[in-house]
């Protein structure tokens, strides 16, 4: 599990700044809210 959260990290550095992203971030949420929401906590 933590090696596909690596993973999702690495595309959505890749994605950020793209339209890309905002398709790519619904699917995320989808995939793990509780993921999401640590990662976007920790960027603030």
Do not use: C, H, P, Q
């Amino acid at each position: 599990m933590k090696n596909s959260l690596n993973v999702l990290y690495e595309i959505d550095k890749v994605l950020v700044g793209d339209v890309t992203y905002y398709e790519f971030n619904s699917i995320e949420k989808n995939l793990s809210k509780k993921y999401r929401r640590g990662r976007i906590n920790a960027s603030r």
